[in-house]
Structures are given as C-alpha cells and as structure tokens.
C-alpha cells in the first residue's frame, strides 16, 4: 500500500516571501501522479499542480513549483511570492497510475501553512 | 459550469440513526469518489464509482454504502452512526476514471456530527 508523509504539521511565511512544504510518499510502483491540494477555511479543495512520475521536469504553476526528486521519493512544493490568500491547510496526495485503481487519491496529514502580514 | 455540489452542507444525528449524503457531480463528469476527513484519520477514500458501479473501495466497515444514479448523482449512506462517524464528507468528480481520469474537482463537503 502507498503511504504519503508530510512531517511539518505547521508553517509559516512572511508575505513576499519564499516557503517550502515537504512530502515524502512510500510506493513500489514505477507510474503514479502526486498532488498538492489547498484546503483553505471553508474546506473547498483545490488542486494546486500536479506531477506525473515519468515527467522528468518539475511542475511549475505561476507562484507555485515542485521539486520531484523520484529516487528519493519526495514532492516538496515552493510557494513564492506568498499572499495572505494562501493561508491554508495544504495536503500532498498520490495517486497509482493503475487503471484499477481509479481515481483514488491517498493523502498525507496536511501543513497548516500562516502567512504573516 | 457549475461545480460539484453536495446537500446538505451540515447535519446532526444522534448515534443509531442513519444518514444519506448526496453528491451531483459536475454536469458530464461520471465518476464520483467520497472521502471522509477526521482531524484524527485525515482524509481517508471511501469508494469511487463510475457508470453507476462502484469501481474502488476503501477501508470502510459495510455501514457505508453508496450508489450512483444513470445522471451520475451519488449519494452515500452510513447506518447505526458511531460517535466516530463525525467527520467531513467530501466528494469529488472526473470526466472519467482509470488511467486517463484527468483532474478532480471537490465539492465543499457535508459536514455530519453524531451526538
């Protein structure tokens, strides 16, 4: 079974500036997506990027980049710039590539990411 | 496009009772997924089901069922409520599942409280 780690249950950043959140995944399989989700105060989930295992370049969405490091099984995401909007839970998750898996998502603990005005 | 909506967004039951959650996924999209979210558990899936069979499972006791409708409505359902059965409920939606399942999209979740 895939198991999804975030050890940082709590973050905080200063607007402008630069923070990373880190996630580390557990799985034997070779083709699989991980995510970064935003789960702001009113519990709306939203996708923020995606990575899929066999692309080697990392993801990047506007203020919003990955580092992908597959061999060592980590998915940290770097938020620059930080707005005060940002200011959420925000959960790593997995997803198999399998077709039988469906659309499955596993996730991690979350980090309570404060952004200080 | 309308996002995916859920009702009600709050409810109470009292432990023994049951409860139906219901989930309209955004309109042409056939899968629907549920998840339960507990500050305990975290976010734990559900099931998932797609033309209106389920396709996944999760690690659930039987006292959680779903179904989903030929419009791809889902509604889920828990019997004999536990104090444990407080949570969130979220579900999701894809245009598709498998390989090709593309992007989900959450709804902003039912949240239940078992007294």
């Known amino acids: 079974a895939q198991t999804v780690t975030q050890s940082q249950p709590e973050m905080s950043v200063q607007e402008a500036e630069t923070v990373t959140l880190s996630c580390t995944y557990d799985t034997s399989e070779s083709d699989y997506y991980l995510f970064w989700y935003k789960q702001p105060p009113s519990r709306q989930m939203i996708l923020v990027i995606r990575q899929e295992a066999y692309k080697q370049q990392n993801a990047t969405e506007n203020r919003f980049s990955v580092n992908f490091q597959k061999a060592a099984k980590s998915f940290s995401l770097k938020i620059s710039d930080s707005q005060l909007g940002d200011a959420a839970m925000y959960f790593c998750a997995y997803r198999s590539g399998r077709g039988t898996s469906g659309s499955r998502l596993t996730f991690g603990e979350g980090t309570q990411l404060t952004v200080n005005p | 496009k309308a996002g995916v909506t859920q009702t009600p967004r709050y409810l109470i039951k009292t432990r023994g009772q049951q409860v139906t959650l219901s989930c309209s996924p955004i309109s042409g999209h056939r899968s629907v997924s549920w998840y339960q979210q507990t500050p305990g558990q975290g976010l734990q899936f559900l099931f998932e089901y797609f033309s209106e069979t389920q396709r996944n499972k999760g690690n659930f006791p039987g006292r959680f069922s779903g179904r989903q409708f030929s419009n791809s409505r889902s509604e889920m359902n828990v019997s004999t409520l536990e104090l444990g059965d407080s949570a969130l409920y979220l579900c999701?939606?894809?245009?598709?599942?498998?390989?090709?399942?593309?992007?989900?999209?959450f709804g902003p979740g039912t949240r239940l409280t078992v007294l």
């Open positions: 999701a939606s894809s245009l598709r599942t498998g390989a090709l399942i593309g992007e989900q999209f």
